[in-house]
């Protein structure tokens, strides 16, 4: 059960909607950050682009905790917002992480292969 506050903005304002809200924007951060990272990757040193290169994925790992706050909310103010914000922000990332190491793993294996057969051509 949760409990109504006089003042909706009271509500809207809270940590957990903060917290759900920082969620959403910290993915879409995190690909704003990736396509500029992608663009100038290139023109820095390979240290600098290491560490530009984690900028990306801190945003996008900052999004799981921040959904895991905005679904403690419910309980206090319901699920208005809070549900798929939460959700959104613990999922999405979970599952951007498992696609790209399916798929690092896969292009690992299709690198293996295709250079075992250039050796065989030799």
Do not use: N
């Not at 419910?74 to 959700?87: A, S, V």
């Amino acid at each position: 059960m949760h409990s109504e506050s006089s003042d909706p903005e009271e509500k809207l304002d809270s940590l957990f909607h903060k917290a759900g809200s920082f969620s959403i924007y910290a993915i879409v951060a995190s690909f704003v950050l990736q396509f500029v990272y992608s663009r100038i990757w290139m023109r820095v040193s390979p240290d600098a682009a290491r560490l530009l290169g984690l900028i990306p994925t801190v945003a996008m790992i900052s999004a799981i905790p921040a959904g895991v706050i905005a679904l403690c909310g419910i309980p206090h103010y319901g699920r208005k917002k809070l549900l798929w914000k939460g959700l959104v922000g613990m999922i999405c990332p979970i599952v951007l992480f498992v696609f790209s190491v399916y798929f690092s793993a896969y292009l690992r294996a299709r690198i293996i292969e295709e250079t075992q057969k250039m050796e065989q051509k030799k």
